[in-house]
Protein backbone atom coordinates (compact mmCIF):
# COMPACT_ATOMS: atom_id res chain seq x y z
CA UNK A 1 0.00 0.00 0.00
CA UNK A 2 1.45 3.85 -0.54
CA UNK A 3 2.47 5.52 1.96
CA UNK A 4 0.76 8.49 0.90
CA UNK A 5 -0.77 10.34 -2.40
CA UNK A 6 1.71 11.75 -4.57
CA UNK A 7 0.61 13.70 -7.68
CA UNK A 8 2.00 12.22 -11.08
CA UNK A 9 4.50 14.70 -11.35
CA UNK A 10 5.87 14.73 -8.00
CA UNK A 11 9.25 12.34 -8.62
CA UNK A 12 12.99 12.74 -7.21
CA UNK A 13 14.66 11.49 -10.50
CA UNK A 14 13.88 11.09 -14.28
CA UNK A 15 15.66 8.22 -15.94
CA UNK A 16 15.42 7.57 -19.23
CA UNK A 17 15.47 4.11 -20.93
CA UNK A 18 15.45 2.87 -24.34
CA UNK A 19 14.56 -0.43 -25.82
CA UNK A 20 16.70 -1.94 -28.53
CA UNK A 21 16.80 -5.41 -30.69
CA UNK A 22 15.23 -6.82 -33.76
CA UNK A 23 11.85 -5.99 -35.02
CA UNK A 24 9.15 -8.26 -33.20
CA UNK A 25 11.27 -9.69 -30.38
CA UNK A 26 8.66 -7.84 -28.13
CA UNK A 27 9.71 -4.51 -27.06
CA UNK A 28 6.39 -3.00 -27.60
CA UNK A 29 4.79 -5.33 -25.40
CA UNK A 30 7.61 -5.08 -22.87
CA UNK A 31 6.79 -1.64 -22.66
CA UNK A 32 3.35 -1.62 -22.44
CA UNK A 33 3.03 -4.41 -19.72
CA UNK A 34 5.44 -2.77 -17.34
CA UNK A 35 3.51 0.55 -18.06
CA UNK A 36 0.17 -0.34 -18.50
CA UNK A 37 -0.13 -4.32 -17.51
CA UNK A 38 -1.31 -4.51 -21.04
CA UNK A 39 -0.22 -7.18 -23.48
CA UNK A 40 -1.73 -7.81 -27.15
CA UNK A 41 -0.82 -10.65 -29.76
CA UNK A 42 -2.16 -8.36 -32.28
CA UNK A 43 1.04 -6.37 -31.41
CA UNK A 44 1.58 -4.58 -34.64
CA UNK A 45 5.16 -3.32 -35.63
CA UNK A 46 6.18 0.07 -34.02
CA UNK A 47 6.26 3.06 -36.60
CA UNK A 48 8.82 5.18 -35.28
CA UNK A 49 9.56 6.22 -32.22
CA UNK A 50 6.39 5.88 -28.97
CA UNK A 51 7.71 5.67 -25.05
CA UNK A 52 5.31 5.33 -21.78
CA UNK A 53 6.33 6.46 -18.58
CA UNK A 54 5.99 4.86 -15.14
CA UNK A 55 7.00 5.76 -11.22
CA UNK A 56 8.62 3.30 -8.80
CA UNK A 57 10.38 3.42 -5.62
CA UNK A 58 14.01 3.27 -4.74
CA UNK A 59 15.06 3.59 -1.65
CA UNK A 60 12.32 6.02 -0.72
CA UNK A 61 13.28 7.84 -3.88
CA UNK A 62 10.72 8.04 -6.35
CA UNK A 63 12.18 7.29 -9.93
CA UNK A 64 10.45 7.88 -12.81
CA UNK A 65 11.56 5.83 -15.78
CA UNK A 66 10.65 7.45 -19.41
CA UNK A 67 10.73 3.96 -21.59
CA UNK A 68 11.58 4.59 -25.13
CA UNK A 69 10.58 2.05 -27.97
CA UNK A 70 11.76 2.27 -31.84
CA UNK A 71 10.84 -0.09 -34.16
CA UNK A 72 13.56 -2.68 -35.24
CA UNK A 73 13.89 -2.07 -38.69
CA UNK A 74 16.48 -0.62 -40.68
CA UNK A 75 14.47 2.24 -42.17
CA UNK A 76 13.96 3.65 -39.11
CA UNK A 77 17.95 3.86 -38.48
CA UNK A 78 17.77 7.38 -39.21
CA UNK A 79 16.60 8.48 -35.82
CA UNK A 80 19.29 6.94 -33.88
CA UNK A 81 21.45 9.65 -32.39
CA UNK A 82 18.26 11.20 -31.28
CA UNK A 83 16.86 8.05 -29.64
CA UNK A 84 19.73 7.66 -27.39
CA UNK A 85 20.31 10.88 -25.81
CA UNK A 86 20.28 11.08 -22.58
CA UNK A 87 19.68 7.42 -22.25
CA UNK A 88 20.89 6.37 -18.73
CA UNK A 89 19.74 2.67 -19.31
CA UNK A 90 18.69 0.02 -21.94
CA UNK A 91 17.11 -3.43 -22.38
CA UNK A 92 18.45 -5.19 -25.40
CA UNK A 93 16.17 -7.61 -26.04
CA UNK A 94 16.13 -10.78 -27.98
CA UNK A 95 13.50 -13.49 -28.86
CA UNK A 96 14.27 -16.53 -27.30
CA UNK A 97 12.72 -18.63 -30.10
CA UNK A 98 15.01 -16.81 -32.84
CA UNK A 99 18.56 -17.33 -33.07
CA UNK A 100 18.93 -14.75 -36.05
CA UNK A 101 17.37 -12.20 -33.01
CA UNK A 102 20.32 -13.61 -30.61
CA UNK A 103 23.09 -13.20 -33.22
CA UNK A 104 22.06 -9.62 -33.65
CA UNK A 105 23.15 -8.71 -30.13
CA UNK A 106 26.48 -7.81 -31.16
CA UNK A 107 25.28 -5.24 -33.46
CA UNK A 108 22.92 -4.08 -31.41
CA UNK A 109 25.38 -3.55 -28.72
CA UNK A 110 27.78 -1.54 -30.73
CA UNK A 111 25.32 0.98 -31.73
CA UNK A 112 24.50 1.52 -28.09
CA UNK A 113 27.63 2.31 -27.28
CA UNK A 114 28.56 4.36 -29.90
CA UNK A 115 25.99 6.38 -28.69
CA UNK A 116 25.80 6.49 -25.61
CA UNK A 117 27.91 6.73 -22.23
CA UNK A 118 30.12 4.24 -20.90
CA UNK A 119 27.92 4.09 -17.69
CA UNK A 120 24.77 3.35 -18.88
CA UNK A 121 23.45 0.03 -17.31
CA UNK A 122 22.36 -2.61 -19.78
CA UNK A 123 20.10 -5.25 -19.37
CA UNK A 124 20.30 -8.10 -21.89
CA UNK A 125 16.98 -9.70 -22.38
CA UNK A 126 15.91 -12.69 -23.59
CA UNK A 127 11.79 -12.57 -24.14
CA UNK A 128 9.09 -14.75 -25.03
CA UNK A 129 10.41 -17.47 -22.52
CA UNK A 130 6.95 -18.78 -22.51
CA UNK A 131 7.58 -20.78 -25.58
CA UNK A 132 9.77 -23.05 -24.08
CA UNK A 133 8.96 -25.85 -26.48
CA UNK A 134 9.98 -23.89 -29.57
CA UNK A 135 13.38 -22.13 -27.59
CA UNK A 136 16.34 -21.78 -30.06
CA UNK A 137 19.30 -19.77 -27.46
CA UNK A 138 19.41 -21.67 -24.42
CA UNK A 139 19.50 -20.01 -20.84
CA UNK A 140 23.23 -20.61 -20.62
CA UNK A 141 24.04 -18.99 -24.12
CA UNK A 142 21.97 -15.74 -23.62
CA UNK A 143 24.05 -15.84 -19.74
CA UNK A 144 27.30 -16.33 -20.91
CA UNK A 145 27.26 -13.52 -23.47
CA UNK A 146 25.82 -10.88 -21.33
CA UNK A 147 28.84 -12.04 -18.85
CA UNK A 148 31.11 -11.83 -22.06
CA UNK A 149 30.11 -8.11 -22.55
CA UNK A 150 29.74 -6.74 -18.34
CA UNK A 151 25.70 -6.96 -18.74
CA UNK A 152 22.75 -7.72 -16.62
CA UNK A 153 20.56 -10.62 -18.08
CA UNK A 154 17.03 -11.85 -17.30
CA UNK A 155 15.04 -13.75 -19.69
CA UNK A 156 11.41 -12.58 -19.69
CA UNK A 157 7.76 -13.27 -20.81
CA UNK A 158 5.55 -10.12 -21.98
CA UNK A 159 2.97 -12.72 -22.15
CA UNK A 160 2.82 -14.52 -18.91
CA UNK A 161 4.28 -11.24 -17.32
CA UNK A 162 7.25 -13.28 -15.93
CA UNK A 163 9.97 -10.88 -14.85
CA UNK A 164 9.24 -7.85 -16.47
CA UNK A 165 8.71 -5.83 -13.73
CA UNK A 166 12.04 -7.46 -11.86
CA UNK A 167 13.91 -6.77 -15.30
CA UNK A 168 12.72 -2.93 -15.29
CA UNK A 169 13.07 -2.77 -11.90
CA UNK A 170 16.29 -3.74 -11.72
CA UNK A 171 17.25 -1.51 -14.40
CA UNK A 172 16.60 1.64 -12.94
CA UNK A 173 17.50 0.45 -8.94
CA UNK A 174 21.15 -0.31 -10.92
CA UNK A 175 20.58 3.21 -12.52
CA UNK A 176 19.95 5.04 -9.27
CA UNK A 177 23.04 3.33 -7.63
CA UNK A 178 25.17 4.99 -10.45
CA UNK A 179 23.96 8.35 -9.42
CA UNK A 180 24.28 8.10 -6.16
CA UNK A 181 27.17 6.41 -5.81
CA UNK A 182 28.81 9.41 -8.34
CA UNK A 183 27.01 11.95 -5.82
CA UNK A 184 28.94 10.48 -3.06
CA UNK A 185 32.64 10.42 -4.99
CA UNK A 186 32.17 13.97 -5.49
CA UNK A 187 31.18 14.69 -1.78
CA UNK A 188 34.35 12.70 -0.76
CA UNK A 189 36.60 14.97 -3.11
CA UNK A 190 36.08 17.48 -0.78
CA UNK A 191 32.80 18.94 -2.26
CA UNK A 192 30.18 18.03 0.10
CA UNK A 193 28.22 20.55 -1.11
CA UNK A 194 27.61 18.63 -4.41
CA UNK A 195 26.77 14.87 -3.18
CA UNK A 196 23.06 15.97 -2.48
CA UNK A 197 21.59 18.08 -5.89
CA UNK A 198 19.75 21.13 -5.64
CA UNK A 199 16.37 21.67 -6.92
CA UNK A 200 16.40 21.66 -10.18
CA UNK A 201 20.09 20.39 -10.87
CA UNK A 202 20.98 17.72 -13.10
CA UNK A 203 23.51 15.20 -12.21
CA UNK A 204 25.99 14.20 -14.73
CA UNK A 205 26.72 10.29 -15.61
CA UNK A 206 28.27 11.59 -18.37
CA UNK A 207 28.52 14.18 -21.09
CA UNK A 208 25.05 13.47 -22.49
CA UNK A 209 23.23 11.43 -19.83
CA UNK A 210 21.48 13.15 -16.74
CA UNK A 211 19.16 12.31 -13.93
CA UNK A 212 16.96 15.57 -13.56
CA UNK A 213 15.46 15.94 -9.77
CA UNK A 214 12.43 18.18 -10.09
CA UNK A 215 11.68 20.36 -8.18
CA UNK A 216 9.35 19.94 -5.28
CA UNK A 217 6.80 22.07 -4.05
CA UNK A 218 7.02 21.60 -0.48
CA UNK A 219 10.47 20.15 0.91
Not at 18 to 29: E, M, P, Q
Not at 74 to 86: Q, V
Not at 179 to 199: F, I, L, R, Y
Request: hydrophobic letters at 35%; charged letters at 25%; proline letters at 1%.
Amino acid sequence: MMAGYRAEDDYDYLFKVVLIGDSGVGKSNLLSRFTRNEFSLESKSTIGVEFATRSLTVDAKVIKAQIWDTAGQERYRAITSAYYRGAVGALLVYDVTRHSTFESVERWLKELRDHTDPNIVVMLVGNKSDLRHLVAVSTENGRSLAERESLYFMETSALEATNVENAFSEVLAQIYHVVSKKAMESGENGTASSAVPSKGEKIDIGKDVSAVKKTGCCS
